[in-house]
T-cell receptor, first 110, second 113 residues
């Protein structure tokens, strides 16, 4: 069945380091892909999205490119900040509902 | 900025008791979702409404869980009786149409003791 797999955390980085969080998907069609972020004690917020192959979603310095050939949607940021510490969820639109990965916790140290 | 409202934020209940959660989606959003998020895991869809109709409840434990959206606006999720394994964050989300970008509320954290 359709599913999303993302790298396990926690990911611990120093401020200004480069971030990559891997995400791959399994789907029968060509789903839309999303990254959501969850700060402590809060609900999920959409970070960025891509609706078709080769699209690049970007927001707040984060980027992810929809790669159909590798069924991937890796999240990257060139220079993380302490305020980026949160849990990041990769998700896809499957049969008109969102399927989420298990989440990756990011901890950025000053 | 419009938000999805949920209440209560926190709920502690004893096992075998009944508990209910409320969600008010963003105005005009036809699709409403209830997700359950167990600590350390991603959200899992429990039920999806299109207006007042259920379009997906395949993962809803129907022996104890029920959900309704009578007028196609706000929604209630009920658990009766609650079990220890129901302890989780219950998230409500809404969207204009089906699938695609969803807007989430802050969630209700349920603890069953």
């Amino acid at each position: 069945g359709d599913s999303v797999t993302q790298m396990e955390g926690p990911v611990t980085l120093s401020e200004e380091a480069f971030l990559t969080i891997n995400c791959t998907y399994t789907a029968t069609g060509y789903p839309s892909l999303f990254w959501y972020v969850q700060y402590p004690g809060e609900g999920l917020q959409l970070l960025l999205k891509a609706t078709k192959a080769d699209d690049k979603g970007s927001n707040k310095g984060f980027e992810a490119t929809y790669r159909k050939e590798t069924t991937s949607f890796h999240l990257e940021k060139g220079s993380v900040q302490v305020s980026d510490s949160a849990v990041y969820f990769c998700a896809m639109d499957s049969s008109y509902k969102l399927i989420f990965g298990s989440g990756t916790r990011l901890l950025v140290r000053p | 900025e419009a938000e999805v409202a949920q209440s209560p934020r926190y709920k502690i209940t004893e096992k075998s008791q009944a508990v209910a959660f409320w969600c008010d989606p963003i105005s005009g959003h036809a699709t409403l979702y209830w997700y359950r998020q167990i600590l350390g895991q991603g959200p899992e869809l429990l039920v999806q409404f299109q207006d007042e109709s259920v379009v997906d409840d395949s993962q809803l434990p129907k022996d104890r869980f029920s959900a309704e959206r009578l007028k196609g606006v706000d929604s209630t999720l009920k658990i009766q009786p609650a079990e220890l394994g129901d302890s989780a964050m219950y998230l409500c989300a809404s969207s204009h149409g089906t699938g695609g970008e969803a807007f989430f509320g802050q969630g209700t954290r349920l603890t069953v003791v």
